[in-house]
């Protein structure tokens, strides 16, 4: 099938930003197995990355990993 | 020492379910995850809140598995974005379908290797997002950081929707052409 028509629709879906219309097509055509789209959402997650990747990282909080490790004790 | 041990290394002995390979991971990958989950929630509570649920559900989708072939950078990094995204949504009472990590199993996700090409090159990509002019930019903040739908956003910026859509999409394509030509290995046709 082609899908040439959903070329850019892969960022907007990763991010639920598209209309539901859209989404719907995009999901349905993915779940065909379709090579094309599995290829672009890889690339869709890169460039999410890439843009993620901007805001300046912060340092842990002290006691940090302390903390999360008693959550997942907890669980 | 945290640095010692190879990120791959650390995600084998993670998913050989040794706890403290995830405190080393939180240690090594959390202070990027924490500035763009700033970017996104207010209150520190939240965004540590957050974070923390990024790599507890990084713990969760490992168990019983023998490997993981995705990078888990990229993983955690789309992860946190959706936990951090849906509280925005449910603040603001959002109809919107509910936003959840992906899988871990996904096959589209990029693996360590095309996470290591990306790092290598990370300066040259930030660079380049950063001559994006202001106006693509803050619809771009929109969508990324904001968690505004295509609709939602061509509300708030008085646009015609269909004029929104093609200013967003010729961004995203924007900064798609650029990864490719700084990272030369994607088999993308653009």
């Known amino acids: 099938m082609d899908c040439q028509y959903l070329e850019d629709l892969h960022e907007l879906f990763l991010l639920g930003a598209l209309a539901e219309q859209d989404e719907i097509k995009l999901r349905e055509h993915v779940a065909t197995g379709c090579p094309r789209c599995a290829e672009r959402l890889g690339e869709a997650a890169l460039t999410l990355f890439a843009i993620l990747q901007s805001p300046r990282p912060l340092r842990n909080d002290p006691g940090a990993r302390a903390r999360l490790l008693r959550r997942l004790r907890a669980k | 020492m945290p640095d010692e041990v190879a990120t791959p290394e650390l995600l084998s002995r993670l998913v050989a379910r040794e706890e403290g390979a995830l405190g080393l991971l939180y240690?090594?990958?959390?202070?990027?995850?924490?500035?763009?989950?700033?970017?996104?929630?207010?209150?520190?509570?939240?965004?540590?809140?957050?974070?923390?649920?990024?790599?507890?559900?990084?713990?969760?989708?490992?168990?019983?598995?023998?490997?993981?072939?995705?990078?888990?950078?990229?993983?955690?990094?789309?992860?946190?974005?959706?936990?951090?995204?849906e509280r925005l949504r449910a603040a603001r009472k959002s109809p919107r379908r509910k936003l959840s990590p992906p899988s871990l199993d996904s096959a589209w996700l990029p693996d360590s290797s095309e996470f290591a090409l990306f790092a290598r090159r990370r300066e040259l990509v930030r660079n380049a997002l950063g001559v994006l002019p202001a106006s693509q930019r803050a619809v771009l903040d929109l969508a990324v950081y904001r968690g505004r739908t295509e609709e939602e956003m061509a509300d708030l910026l008085h646009k015609p929707l269909g004029r929104l859509r093609d200013e967003l999409r010729a961004t995203l394509r924007y900064v798609r052409q650029r990864l490719h030509a700084l990272m030369g290995t994607w088999t993308a046709n653009i």
Request: hydrophobic share 45%; proline share 3%; glycine share 4%.
């Open chain 2, 27 to 85: 240690e090594r990958l959390g202070p990027p995850l924490r500035g763009m989950v700033a970017r996104i929630l207010t209150s520190q509570e939240e965004v540590e809140d957050v974070v923390e649920n990024s790599f507890l559900e990084l713990w969760k989708q490992t168990a019983q598995k023998t490997s993981v072939k995705a990078s888990v950078e990229v993983w955690l990094t789309l992860a946190a974005r959706d936990l951090a995204v």
